[in-house]
């Protein structure tokens, strides 16, 4: 390769090659380029979007981990509740806020990247969220596209946005939005950061998660890093980009500390049932937690506010 391709997140002209994997699903090598400026990493050549085959969704793709079939028919009884109880934890945390946005009325929380709806069919059956003004009902949307999508919006009657009826939506649509394990997918993140962005209400809060590639885990394994997936995972953050991007969107980066959501990471990672059985005696210890959250620096990795004032944005 003569030339280093610019960066997909911030634009700059300047990366560099960090190296290339060979993978068993495609022909050519996948190569991982660094961006100078902002410490994006990216895979080229991006794998075409039909790689979100059934196949894929059902674990037999390039990801073994997942399972969405399983979290479409029964998302209770998958590991993942963890991860949707924490996620509404930390939404009413944010609702109780005196900076959230104000309101009685319903909370509108968009599932961005929503997969098989395991978090959009929890969610519709919790049918409240507590807040500062007290219990207030949802109002679920779920953005995807795919097979599921379709099955949700058919057989579930959820309502589901193709990407182009994301974008025609007014500002300020919505009190929450959720992207769960979807930015990594994404070849672009700065354009679909600024639309999420403008989509939250002013004091409205992006619950986002994603692999975290400063932490101490991925500096070790480097490209051998379990979250390196080349075929799918073709935009990796550290949280220096992730909150360059957030500023870039008018969006304050915020902490959170992660509970159900390491405790579904964890479990998910296992690989076999006894692996997963000591595990899960291994997550009854809080240093076991605390350790493997530093070690994968999952909490590390901010979510983001919309200030109640959204400051302008200059552009040279
Ligand atoms: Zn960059």
Redesign the pocket.
């Known amino acids: 390769m003569s030339a280093t391709p610019a960066?997909?997140?911030?634009?700059?002209p300047r990366?560099r090659l960090e190296g290339s994997r060979r993978r068993p699903s495609a022909p050519e090598p996948f190569h991982y380029f660094r961006?100078?400026?902002?410490?994006?990493l990216f895979v080229e050549p991006v794998t075409p979007d039909s790689v979100y085959d059934d196949a894929y969704y059902d674990g037999r793709g390039v990801d073994p981990t997942v399972n969405y079939r399983a979290e479409y028919e029964h998302y209770a009884r998958t590991d993942r509740i963890h991860e949707f109880n924490d996620l509404l934890r930390l939404a009413t945390c944010h609702l109780s806020r005196s900076d959230a946005p104000p309101g009685t009325g319903p909370v509108r929380w968009l599932d961005f990247g929503c997969g098989a709806g395991g978090l959009l069919k929890f969610l519709r059956d919790q049918r409240t969220v507590d807040s500062a003004t007290g219990p207030r009902p949802l109002e679920l949307v779920g953005s995807d596209v795919g097979s599921y999508s379709d099955r949700l919006r058919r057989e579930d009657g959820f309502q589901i946005l193709a990407p182009g009826e994301l974008a025609a939506l007014p500002d300020g649509t919505f009190d929450l939005i959720s992207a769960i394990e979807v930015l990594e997918h994404i070849a672009h993140p700065a354009p679909v950061l600024r639309l999420l962005a403008r989509l939250l209400k002013p004091g409205g809060f992006l619950l986002l998660t994603t692999g975290n590639l400063a932490s101490p885990m991925a500096r070790w394994k480097g490209l051998d890093f379990s979250y390196c997936m080349p075929e799918i995972h073709v935009s990796l953050f550290s949280p220096a980009?992730l909150n360059?991007l957030y500023a870039d969107a008018g969006l304050v980066p915020e902490r959170v500390r992660y509970r159900g959501v390491l405790r579904f990471k964890i479990l998910k990672s296992a690989g076999s049932d006894r692996r997963r059985r000591l595990l899960r005696g291994a997550l009854r210890f809080p240093g076991f937690r605390r350790l493997v959250d530093l070690l994968y620096g999952t909490s590390a990795m901010p979510c983001a506010r919309k200030p109640l004032a959204t400051p302008t944005i200059v552009r040279a």
């Open positions: 960066c997909r997140a911030c634009g700059q990366s961006c100078a400026a902002c410490g994006f980009t360059r």
